[in-house]
Every structure is written in C-alpha cells, then in structure tokens.
C-alpha cells in the first residue's frame, strides 16, 4: 500500500525557507513511471501545482512559473522520499502545502497536508 | 497556463437528488497520443487530502461510488452526482493534466439542501 507521510515545521518567518519533506513507502522516487508533485492549498489561490520532479534515465524538474527562482524539489533515493524547499516567503505563501504521487498527470495518492503559516 | 473556471461556486441538493458540477478549460485539454481528455475531478473533505475520483475524463477509481460520473469533451466537462447521498457533502475540483503547471478549477461546495 502506498503511503506519503509529510514532516516539517508549521510556522516559518517571513523572508525564511520553508522545508518540507515527503517519505514514501511502497513506491521509489526513482520509479519511471510516475511523478512526484508538490501542490498546496490557500483560500486566495485554491489549489495550486508547484512543481514535480520524475526520473526517466535522469531527473527531471519542472516548476510554476509562479514560484519559480523560489522554488527546489530534490528526490532522496536513499531515504525514498522527496523534499520542497521554497526561498524568500511571505504570509502569501501561507496554505497546506501537500505532496502527491501523479501517474500519467492524475494525483492518486497524497500525503496527509501540512498548514505552513508564515508569520513573525 | 490553462485556466479552469467551475461553474456554480456553491451547490445544494436535496439527498437522493441530481448534483451537476460543470468545468470549463481556456484550451483543449485532448491528448492526440491516445484521443483522451486529460481532465480530472477530486472530491476534497475537510481535514482530509483531495481524493482522485475520476480521470481521464469519466473513468472512475477503484472503489468511487458508481453514482459519481464524469462527461465531456473538447473544453466543456461535467461531473454529475446521480443520487447524492450525505457523504458527497464536499469540495469539488476539476483539474487538468494536458499541460504543466497542471491547473485547477476554483471548486464546487456541494452542500445538502
């Protein structure tokens, strides 16, 4: 059975990093069939697709132009599980942030949702 | 970006009544690689992640409820809610997967009337 389990802090200071990461079990981040995707969730944008990366030979990134230059997604094959960095926040950044495994582009399964508020 | 709007914002259904959620893509989302509509829909309760309930346009997941289907084409899709029961009482998105950044629709709350 597939299992995302998300850990990372909650509350990150405007300007700071926030740092989230997603384990794996049952799957590998090195599988060439599927994607690993970050998306949140706030009241002013819905959900919104940051960004994913994929191994087919190599790795592969891509990103949303709206957090682009802000944004890492970086697999861990040792430890199966991939990680989301985002530089430079702001209570805009304020949502659940969720990872998702995606097959062919749809979101089968998700982690279970981390509240990042960004505040002093 | 390809931009889903939904239409309503808010629904309310009497249990045991017709649900009708509409989705609306700026472009097409059709794969020409297999003539398949890359257009899901999610059903997302509160405290809990979005669920995948159906993709590719109307093929449902293992375990979704046959009331729930899934219809269109072109850039005009429908998830339709045959018999709505009070579990369903959610949020509704639809989402494209045709083209990066995979957008969403804005969601649908479907409420019991």
């Known amino acids: 059975q597939i299992q995302l389990q998300q850990s990372g802090p909650g509350l990150v200071k405007p300007s700071q990093t926030l740092s989230l990461t997603c384990a794996i079990s049952?799957?590998?981040?090195?599988?060439?069939?599927?994607?690993w995707t970050w998306i949140r969730q706030s009241p002013s944008r819905g959900l919104e697709w940051l960004g994913r990366t994929y191994y087919r030979s190599e790795w592969h990134y891509e990103y949303a132009v709206s957090v682009q230059g802000r944004i890492t997604i970086n697999p861990d094959v040792s430890k199966n599980q991939f990680s989301l960095q985002l530089n430079s926040v702001t209570p805009d950044d304020t949502a659940v942030y969720y990872c998702t495994r995606a097959i062919l582009g749809r979101l089968d399964y998700w982690g279970q949702g981390t509240l990042v508020t960004v505040s002093s | 970006d390809i931009v889903m709007t939904q239409s309503p914002d808010s629904l309310a259904v009497s249990l045991g009544e017709r649900a009708t959620i509409n989705c609306k893509s700026s472009?097409?989302?059709?794969?020409?690689?297999?003539?398949?509509?890359?257009l899901a829909w999610y059903q997302h309760k509160s405290g809990q992640p979005p669920k995948l309930l159906i993709s590719w346009t109307s093929t449902r997941e293992s375990g979704v409820p046959d009331r729930f289907s899934g219809s269109g084409s072109g850039t005009d899709f429908t998830l339709t809610i045959s018999s709505l029961q009070a579990e369903d009482v959610a949020v509704y998105y639809c989402q494209q997967y045709y083209r990066t950044p995979h957008t969403f629709g804005q969601g649908t709350k479907l409420e019991i009337k």
């Open positions: 472009q097409s989302v059709l794969h020409s690689s297999n003539n398949r509509n890359n």
């Open positions: 049952g799957d590998s981040v090195s599988s060439n069939s599927v994607t």
